[in-house]
């Protein structure tokens, strides 16, 4: 019988897509070797990534929001494998257990449970785990600018169910 646990999960961090958009319209970008801003999805990754793995229909029913995403992240881990930056969304990330460490845009922020973050479109940022126990975070992402003229088009084109 195989065993899992928290190590074992998309890099080291138990997580949920509780809901999302049937519509996948915000970019998730990271630097290149030349320093330079690129889709992640153009990357290979060892690993599957959120906004590879879909929510099941039911939960598939969010209309303006991109996605709301649980997380536990372990004692010295971070919540993606690279700072990032999503040029066409917010973000709030909401605390709900222990402490940690998020850098926004080059600022650190010392975070713990009942703390809200807000990261503004194109802020880069990543949260990382610097207690000894488990770091809770729920993180909600929306559609800004560009991200927002994409979905108003892809539910304007779309027929069926996600319409």
């Known amino acids: 019988m195989p065993v899992a646990n928290w190590k074992s999960q998309v890099y080291n961090v138990v997580q949920s897509l509780l809901y999302n958009n049937p519509h996948r319209v915000i970019r998730y970008q990271v630097k290149n070797a030349q320093g330079q ?4 999805a153009d990357n290979p990754a060892p690993v599957r990534r ?15 929001i991109q996605f709301v995403h649980h997380m536990l992240i372990p004692p010295g881990g971070s919540h993606v494998a690279e ?10 990330v909401v605390i709900t257990r222990g402490e940690g460490v998020a850098f926004i845009d080059g600022q650190k922020h010392l975070v ?8 503004p ?5 990543e949260v ?10 729920l993180f ?6 560009e991200g927002l003229t994409r979905l108003q088009d892809a539910i304007a084109n779309a027929t069926g169910p996600a319409a």
């Not at 713990?112 to 990261?119: F, P, Q």
């Open 37 to 40: 801003w690129q889709d992640r």
């Open 50 to 64: 959120l906004f590879e793995t879909e929510a099941s229909p039911e939960r598939t029913c969010l209309q303006t």
């Open 83 to 92: 700072l990032h930056v999503h040029s066409d969304a917010e973000e709030i």
């Open 112 to 119: 713990s449970a009942e703390d809200v973050l807000y990261i």
């Open 121 to 125: 479109p194109g802020a880069t940022h």
């Open 128 to 137: 990382r785990n610097s207690s000894d126990d488990f770091l809770g975070v």
């Open 140 to 145: 909600i992402n929306v559609p800004a600018g």
